[in-house]
């Protein structure tokens, strides 16, 4: 299998293949693309089949097309599972492309055998059953298995209506169009300096305003807790003088860290949310700038609707960290289909760091120079039985717990892992001494052994 993967791979100069390379007319058609989550989370890769028409000139082409897409998300997304979706609606005889369906098929079985979760085929007319019948032959008890034959009124059950298209009863308007690529997902989210676009300008101003005061109040909160760490009594005062509590749930996951070759990020995978039950709202991200340049950076996410991120774009000094609050708000809820991506970029010393400036770095830095590293949402439902969350609510008693004391534990951790590093070095420069100190000494004593036995 592993000659075979190799062979197939030369055969369509799988690590070659760009947007250059393939026909233009095959992107534009539509009938491949990346969009969209299942409700498991997992990546949904669509074949509309109506737009695709048997023709043995173009079969090398568009079997290329899928590795490209297929490789495409291999290198974005390191191999994490996706969910194929066959979109039957509207297809006929015309349409049925057995050799086509066993490419496909076999690129899921031998060359790319972790992606596939499931196949969810839409509304398959019924003169294809025959078709179909030889296709589970190809594929193995195992993956018959992952085989769901759905209509309109039951493939909610897989995919929920926001990433369905009008046709199968969801509410998804994306209309696939090249140029560009789809990367459908990341926008930028809102953040202090207010909304990219918004259709009500005045009403997020207002709602900006008021999550900007809030910040304020909980970074003069942050700032006294960070001055009081140094006993186990002045965290408690501390704890006990915080109005606005910010217990985000995955400070404890934040020890896991993602090592960039500009930044390090923590957490390394997923942000923790609460459910609507938990209330937990507000998450934190640290970045560590690894570099001896300023290192810019933004964040972008797949639901910008629902975040505020800050800063969400921003640089950071040589060697120091920076803190990212990403918070809910209004109504919102944190669903598993959300992610995060964070792009850096190292800067010259001559850029500046303004907002303009900042912008007009990312109009002209090269792709080929920005680390792109992606998050998931984790959403945490509530241990907590009802009743006890309406009792402390009814008489304003504060959910001590210690989930504060996690949140600075972190920030510990991370100048006591910067400390050590120093200490390492010092220690290495310590022992290079020693030993240079030694050869010096060995030397002026041979030096001086040299000189007494010509006298002598």
């Known amino acids: 299998m592993i000659d075979q993967s190799f062979q197939w791979r030369k055969e369509y100069t799988v690590n070659d293949l760009t947007e250059s390379v ?17 409700k498991e989370g997992y990546k949904l890769f669509w074949f509309r089949v109506k737009l695709h028409v048997r023709d043995q000139k173009q079969q090398l082409e568009k079997k290329k097309l899928v590795a490209f897409w297929l490789e495409h998300y291999a290198k974005r997304d390191h191999g994490k599972p996706l969910t194929v979706v066959f979109d039957m609606a509207e297809t006929g005889i015309s349409h049925i492309d057995l050799d086509f369906v066993r490419f496909i098929v076999n690129c899921f079985t031998d060359y790319y055998p972790n992606f596939l979760t499931k196949i969810v085929i839409f509304e398959m007319p019924w003169i294809m059953n025959a078709a ?19 209509n309109k009124s039951d493939v909610q059950e ?17 209309k696939y169009s090249y140029p560009p690529l789809v990367d459908d997902d990341f926008q930028t989210p809102l953040c202090e300096n207010g909304p990219i676009t918004s259709e009500d300008e005045h009403e997020s101003k207002e ?15 942050q700032n006294l807790n960070q001055k009081k760490m140094n006993s186990i009594e002045q965290n408690s ?3 006990e003088s915080d109005k606005t509590e910010f217990k985000p749930k995955n400070a404890k996951k934040a020890l896991t860290t993602f090592k960039g070759p500009l930044l390090h990020i923590s957490p390394a995978e997923e942000l923790y949310f609460g459910s609507k039950e938990t209330g937990e709202k507000k998450c934190l991200i640290v970045l560590t700038n690894v570099t001896k340049n300023v290192v810019a950076f933004k964040v972008r996410t797949t639901a910008p609707e629902k975040y505020r991120v800050k800063p969400s ?22 669903s598993l289909q959300d992610r995060f991506l964070i792009m850096a970029a190292e800067m010259d010393q001559s850029s500046g760091s303004g907002v303009q400036d900042l912008s007009q770095f990312w109009k002209e830095v090269p792709r080929t120079k920005v680390m792109e590293h992606r998050l998931r949402c984790h959403v945490i439902e509530s241990s907590k039985p009802s009743t006890l969350t309406l009792k402390e609510n009814a008489f304003n008693i504060p959910a001590k717990t210690n989930e504060d004391l996690h949140m600075q534990l972190t920030h510990l951790l991370q100048i006591n892992k910067r400390l050590q590093e120093q200490i390492d070095r010092c220690l290495w420069f310590q022992q290079l001494s020693a030993v240079l100190s030694l050869l010096s000494i060995t030397v002026v004593a041979f030096c001086f052994y040299l000189v007494y036995t010509q006298r002598g």
């Not at 393939?22 to 299942?38: I, Q, R, S, T, V």
């Open 207 to 221: 709602e900006i305003d008021a999550d900007a005061k809030e910040t304020g109040d909980l970074n003069e909160e």
């Open 158 to 174: 897989y995919i929920s209506g926001e990433y369905l298209p009008p046709h199968m009863g969801g509410t998804d308007s994306f």
């Open 132 to 150: 179909f019948k030889i296709v589970k032959g190809w594929l193995g008890p195992d993956a018959i298995s992952m085989l769901k034959f759905t």
């Open 237 to 239: 005062k501390s704890e």
């Open 313 to 334: 774009n921003s640089s950071c000094e040589p060697g120091t960290s920076l803190d990212i609050i990403v918070s809910l708000h209004g109504g919102f809820a944190a």
């Open 22 to 38: 393939l026909p233009k007319a095959l992107l534009e058609n539509g009938a491949l693309f990346l969009h969209g989550y299942d």
